[in-house]
């Protein structure tokens, strides 16, 4: 089992910075992959960004350039830096664990709102 707490959403105006935090606790297998997804209102939770225990990343290839995904093992946290904001990416930003870098995960946070005015 693992339990994922996110933190960092919020409002921001277009071109501006978010920093997203995903904290995990419980299983360190079940929690070798962890990402970010995202879901804006009437469409499907997409992959943002992905990364595992050893530093191998997935990206969605839209965010590429303006988004980083990043990792404390010590602390089982996961970090998403997103620069350059633009409306399109407002949307409920949701936490994601699991074994497997490609994988759906198993596990999810609550998910945290990002709000980008233009």
């Known amino acids: 089992q693992v339990q994922l707490v996110e933190s960092g959403g919020g409002l921001v105006q277009a071109g501006g910075s978010l920093r997203l935090s995903c904290a995990a606790s419980?299983?360190?297998?079940?929690?070798?992959?962890m990402g970010w997804y995202r879901q804006a209102p009437g469409k499907q939770r997409d992959l943002v960004a992905a990364i595992t225990r050893i530093g191998n990343t997935n990206y969605a290839d839209s965010m590429k350039g303006r988004f980083t995904i990043s990792r404390d093992n010590a602390k089982n946290t996961v970090y998403l830096q997103m620069n350059s904001l633009i409306p399109e990416d407002t949307a409920v930003y949701y936490c994601?664990?699991?074994?497997?870098?490609?994988?759906?995960?198993?596990?999810w946070g609550q998910g945290t709102q990002v709000t980008v005015s233009s």
């Open positions: 419980g299983s360190i297998v079940e929690s070798n992959a």
């Open positions: 994601g664990a699991g074994r497997f870098l490609t994988a759906r995960p198993a596990y």
